[in-house]
């Protein structure tokens, strides 16, 4: 019994189970194929808004539909939606950091002038 125990032999041992439970949580191939559409769809905006004059507004639409997209790869095709939470505040610390190093660009190009 213990032997079993030691060489992970027994069904209730973590080494079987941590991989059963990864696998458990990958979407399916519909839903990434439902994603991956999604994406094709939002480039196909991209192309048709960046045709259209919108003047100061262009900018902001153009990375509005980019942080959508990229929502879309991290969670669905890099599986960050299934995984620990660790990763998830990591990302949003880069995230954070990434939106105010934006903030601070676009202040600065709109006082220059």
């Known amino acids: ?14 080494g079987h189970d941590d991989g059963h ?3 458990a ?8 194929v ?3 559409i999604g994406l094709l769809s939002l480039t196909a905006i991209t192309v048709a808004v960046a045709g259209i004059n919108l003047g100061s ?5 153009a ?3 980019a942080l959508v997209k990229s929502m879309f790869v991290i969670n669905f095709f890099m599986h960050l939606k299934f995984d620990n939470k660790v990763f998830k505040i990591f990302l949003g610390i880069c995230m954070v950091t990434f939106a105010v190093v934006m903030i601070l660009t676009f202040f600065d190009l709109t006082f220059r002038f």
């Open 1 to 14: 019994m213990e032997n079993n125990h030691l060489n992970g032999s027994d069904h209730g041992g973590h």
């Open 21 to 23: 439970i990864a696998e």
């Open 25 to 32: 949580h990958h979407p399916s191939y519909g839903i990434n």
């Open 34 to 36: 439902l994603v991956w």
């Open 57 to 61: 507004l262009a900018l902001t639409v």
């Open 63 to 65: 990375l509005m539909i």
